[in-house]
């Protein structure tokens, strides 16, 4: 009978992509590879053409100012503003996506281990579920407490006589 180390291990080259299992190298264009997906390409192209429009936009303004047209400088500004600001969000977003992948590329965390603190994950907060907490009716006895007994009373007395006052009450 064979045991478990007379075992020869199948031949990992017909079966195992030994390409895909190579490490990104951090300067090159592999560590890129995830921005140039359809949906990347087309954030690319809406950026660069928003960031084209808007310094268009912010030249042809300060051609109207120097013509006269005083109201035009605040747009002259303007126009380049709105430009980097794009350029921000798109340079924000680059950098959320390649966290997000060496997020992904690192080995899975020991399911043993603790799990980190569920207030945040990354830079966001998590979402934590609801707990679920059953409602159980305190017991008490009604002679526990006087006032409460006179109070309870009083209410169950304003119940049944829905028109009258509060100082109509008799106790």
Known sequence: MPTPGD??????????????????????????????????????????????????????QISRATAGNNLSWG???????????????????????????????????DPAAEAPPATTVGSRPAVRRPVRVARVPAVSTPGDDADLAAYNDYLS??????GARPGDYPG
């Open 7 to 60: 075992a020869k291990p199948s031949d990992p080259r017909g079966t195992y992509d030994t390409v895909s299992e190579t490490a990104v190298v951090p300067g090159t264009l592999d560590a890129m590879r995830r921005l140039w997906t359809p949906a990347w390409i087309a954030r690319h192209v809406a950026m660069v053409m928003l960031v084209v429009g808007f310094l268009g936009l912010g030249w042809w």
């Open 75 to 109: 747009y002259a500004v303007e126009w380049p503003i709105f430009a980097g600001f794009v350029v921000y969000v798109w340079w924000r977003e680059v950098r959320l996506a390649r966290r997000a992948a060496h997020g992904a590329d690192e080995p899975p965390a």
């Open 157 to 162: 007395w304003l119940n049944a006589n829905p």
